[in-house]
């Protein structure tokens, strides 16, 4: 472990306000799994407004998971956001790169795998799914964002973009951002499960990115 790094004591009282289905809380519960962190869940249920109702609210104005609330009250309400202080408090092992050059790459690989594949494919889920009819954008409770059929049409031309190119890096290295694991994996598995949702899934037209999936699934985090 690098000096001056903390790990994050079995006394600490963090609470992770998560949705075992929810795709973006799942990104943070593989990152914890990584880490070896574990921290209290708080199950909050969107499909049934648990996410809308007032003490939700209270804690998460935006309506959204993930949340983690630290020890001392303080809230981180993106999942990148948490995963970087997590990272922060806990450096080992690394998933957001050591030197210049590998941060680089991973942050580049880490915000493809969020804007071009996980928003595409919410872009989809959002303006579809019949639960969303007066809130197709996510974080939009209170003000009402009524679905436009037409997003769901650019998110799939997006999605099949996304997985176009990630079958093409993946061609020519092992993992999303290089030769080794990284946060832009989770990220990037957890869209190959998000993309079943609106059946988009890459198929076995697409080898590399199922001997990638093979290989992430087979880590125990996996199954956070
Ligand atoms: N950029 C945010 C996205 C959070 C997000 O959209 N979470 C979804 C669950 S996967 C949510 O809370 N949806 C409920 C809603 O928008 O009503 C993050 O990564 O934390």
Known sequence: MRQGSRTLGSQSKMKLYDMDKAPNPRRVRMFLAE?????????????????????????NPRGTLPVL?????TVLDESIAICRYLEAVQPEPNLFGRTP??????????????????YAIAMIHRNVAPHFVTRSAPGSAGIGTTQIPELAVRGEQLTRRFFADLETTLARQEYVAGDRFSVADITGYICTAFARWVKLAPGDDMPNIARWRTAIAARPSSKA
């Not at 609330?69 to 009250?73: H, I």
Request: hydrophobic fraction near 50%.
């Open 35 to 59: 880490k070896g962190i574990a921290v209290e869940r708080v199950e909050i249920d969107i499909m049934a407004g648990g996410n809308l109702q007032p003490d939700f609210l209270a804690i």
């Open 69 to 73: 609330v630290l020890d001392d009250g």
């Open 101 to 118: 050059l590998e941060i680089a790459r991973i942050e580049s690989a880490q915000r493809h795998m969020e804007l071009d594949g996980m």
